[in-house]
């Protein structure tokens, strides 16, 4: 059973399985800092950034903690424009923050000229944004919000959640100025669930020397004392880390420019076919995501049957998430899935059609 079209985990390559299964070492072993090193070298690449990067042993979610709890004494502002940016608001509330809220309806995109309004009423330590919204297929015009936010409110932090587009869009940390960029390891970077990376820039990292009570697991300032050692405070997710380095090798022997042109053609032709179909993607056309297209169920397709049908061929696509459900539904194109692939389903969708 394959899950190649749903927004994570994604179909993982067999080589990059088969690297989990390598022994484990001792992680104060120089084999094993070695490698940790090569990781961090070569994920920066990923990232587009020259920042210290963090290897986390957690999902993404634990990433959008960490960001809070480092870089946020008191007051944060949480662009809102889905479900992974409220779930990242509700983070910040449930840490004990100020968390404002700068919120428009799911399915539209956060605009420069909100941004530009909200930050005129209020000073902030930092905001949180959602690169690539996964409910929606929205994605955020981060270029135009860093920038209003350099010209605006140039001390406050840039805190980027890129879990379902790095990898396969190119975010380019530092020309962007962002502070923090995070992602998960189970959606374009195809690799298993439960890794995520984050980098972090000096004047973030200045900030959370200030900031009270940061917690122990996810203190980015006593991860980054065992960093430029090569090592982690805590025992790190090995066999993951192996599967990085194979997966590392992989992404950067495709070429990033690659990657995501193979990405912007595929969520393309997802919605050209869906157009021409009579259902057009939630997103308007300057905010449409790469990774993942939210379509809006105008023939009505009855979802789970559509993957009832997919699924005898090995394919399966994701429902609408939330209250989008069965509203709308979402063919995620990551991570290793190519053209073919995406030819093959919507061979499938035209079938499903005449039956
Ligand atoms: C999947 C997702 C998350 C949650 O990541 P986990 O790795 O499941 O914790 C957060 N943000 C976005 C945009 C996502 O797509």
Same mark, same amino acid.
């Not at 929606?136 to 860093?146: A, I, S």
């Given at each position: 059973m394959s899950h190649m079209f749903v927004p994570g985990p994604v179909d993982v390559a067999p080589e990059v399985l088969a690297a989990q299964t390598r022994p484990?070492? !001792?992680?104060?072993?120089?084999?094993?800092?070695?490698?940790?090193? +090569?990781?961090?070298? %070569?994920?920066?690449?990923?990232?587009? $950034?020259?920042?210290?990067?963090?290897?986390?042993? #957690?999902?993404?979610?634990?990433?959008?903690?960490?960001?809070?709890?480092?870089?946020?004494?008191?007051?944060? &502002?949480? #662009?809102?424009?889905?479900a992974f940016a409220q779930r990242w608001n509700d983070v910040a509330i449930s840490n004990g923050k100020q968390a404002d809220k700068l919120e428009v309806?799911?399915?539209?995109?956060?605009? !420069?000229?909100?941004? +530009?309004?909200?930050?005129?009423?209020?000073?902030?330590?930092?905001?949180?944004?959602?690169?690539?919204?996964?409910?929606?297929?929205?994605?955020?015009?981060?270029?135009?919000? #860093?920038?209003?936010?350099?010209?605006?409110? !140039?001390? $406050?932090?840039? &805190?980027?959640?890129a879990v379902s587009s790095l990898a396969g869009v190119k975010i380019d940390m530092d020309a962007l100025g962002i502070d923090f960029l995070l992602t998960s390891s189970q959606k374009c970077l195809a690799l298993p669930p439960g890794l995520a990376l984050a980098a972090a820039s000096d004047r973030a990292m200045k900030k959370a020397e200030s900031v009270t009570n940061r917690g122990w697991y996810f203190d980015l300032l006593l991860m980054d004392k065992h960093r430029i050692k090569d090592s982690t405070p805590m025992t790190p997710a090995m066999s993951l880390i192996y599967a990085l380095d194979v997966q590392l090798d992989r992404i950067l022997e495709e070429g990033l420019e690659n990657r995501f042109n193979r990405h912007t053609a595929m969520s393309n032709k997802v919605q050209d076919w869906c157009s021409a179909h009579g259902m057009q993607p939630l997103a308007k056309a300057d905010?449409?995501?790469?990774?993942?297209?939210?379509?809006?169920?105008?023939?009505?397709?009855?979802?789970?049957?559509?993957?009832?049908?997919?699924?005898? %061929?090995?394919? %399966?696509?994701?429902?609408?998430?939330?209250k989008l459900k069965d509203l709308t539904f979402r063919v995620a194109t990551m991570g290793e899935t190519s053209l073919s692939d995406v030819d093959m389903l919507l061979n499938g969708f035209g079938d499903f059609m005449k039956q």
């Open positions: 484990m070492l !001792p992680h104060r072993s120089k084999e094993f800092e070695e490698l940790f090193r +090569r990781n961090e070298e %070569r994920a920066k690449q990923v990232f587009f $950034t020259k920042n210290r990067l963090f290897q986390g042993a #957690c999902s993404g979610s634990g990433m959008q903690e960490a960001g809070i709890r480092n870089f946020v004494q008191e007051s944060v &502002l949480s #662009c809102v424009n889905g309806d799911f399915g539209e995109a956060i605009t !420069p000229d909100m941004l +530009r309004d909200a930050l005129k009423k209020k000073h902030y330590e930092a905001v949180t944004i959602i690169h690539n919204e996964t409910s929606t297929g929205v994605q955020n015009p981060v270029e135009e919000l #860093c920038q209003v936010l350099h010209e605006t409110s !140039p001390d $406050t932090l840039i &805190l980027v959640d905010y449409r995501s790469h990774t993942v297209v939210t379509v809006k169920n105008e023939l009505k397709w009855d979802i789970s049957a559509l993957n009832k049908f997919l699924m005898t %061929r090995g394919m %399966r696509i994701a429902n609408g998430y939330g």
